[in-house]
Every structure is written in structure tokens, then in C-alpha cells.
């Protein structure tokens, strides 16, 4: 089985930084995909940003040109530097895998079937 361990959650002021981690431990072997989540106080979980093993990403236009996600595949961590953080950006963020074996669909586009448990970031003065 594989663990997610997230980290670097907190409060930051309207225009400042945080850098969140995800580190997978356990059963790594499998692992294509891992991104970030969010969800906001009431709402969805929506995605942020993705990346594969191969390095091939993608992110939400909501945070495209001030969030960025990394990996260490080595590590098997994937980060997300957050910048230019706005009080909309508070959300609970979650770490997310998809990893083939056995009993796993084909990925879809969606179908990420490991999460973390959540790290909370709060933008606010």
C-alpha cells in the first residue's frame, strides 16, 4: 500500500508564498501520475495541478503562472510551489495518486485512487 505524507500548510498574508510537499512511501512501484487537489469550505475538491513520471503537466487557470508543481522521482515527492497566494487560494489541499495494478481502471483523466489526508492552507490579513 502506498502513504502519502503532506506537509508546508499554514497561514500566509494576501501575496505570499507556501510550499507544499508530498512525499509517497509504502508500495511505490506503480506510480504514474501524482498532483495536487483543493477544497475549499463548502465546496468541491477541484484539481490544481498534475504532474506524470515522465515530467508532463498540467494545471488549473486558476492558479496557472503563480502555482508550480514539481517531483523528485528519485524522492518520489512531488511539490507545489504556491505563489502570489490569494484569500480564494484557501483550501484544504490534497496530495493524489494514481498508481496501476491489479484492481485499478485505466486512468481516465480522473481516476486518481490514493489521497492524502489533507494539509490546510488559509490566505488571509
Known amino acids: 500500500q502506498v502513504q502519502l505524507v503532506e506537509s508546508g500548510g499554514g497561514l500566509v498574508q494576501p501575496g505570499g508564498s507556501l510550499r507544499l510537499s508530498c512525499a509517497a512511501s509504502?508500495?511505490?512501484?506503480?506510480?504514474?501520475?501524482m498532483g495536487w487537489y483543493r477544497q475549499p469550505p463548502g465546496k468541491q475538491r477541484e484539481l490544481v495541478a498534475a504532474?506524470?513520471?515522465?515530467?508532463?503537466?498540467h494545471d488549473a487557470v486558476a492558479v496557472r503562472g503563480r502555482f508550480t508543481i514539481s517531483r523528485d522521482n528519485a524522492k518520489n515527492t512531488v511539490y507545489l510551489q504556491m505563489n502570489s497566494l490569494k484569500p480564494e487560494d484557501t483550501a484544504a489541499y490534497y496530495c493524489?495518486?494514481?498508481?496501476?495494478?491489479?484492481?485499478?481502471?485505466?486512468?481516465?483523466?480522473?481516476?486518481?485512487?490514493?489521497w492524502g489526508q489533507g494539509t490546510q492552507v488559509t490566505v488571509s490579513s
Open positions: 493524489a495518486v494514481y498508481k496501476q495494478n491489479f484492481w485499478s481502471r485505466p486512468w481516465d483523466g480522473t481516476n486518481y485512487n490514493i
Open positions: 509504502g508500495s511505490v512501484n506503480g506510480i504514474i501520475r
Open positions: 504532474r506524470t513520471n515522465s515530467g508532463t503537466t
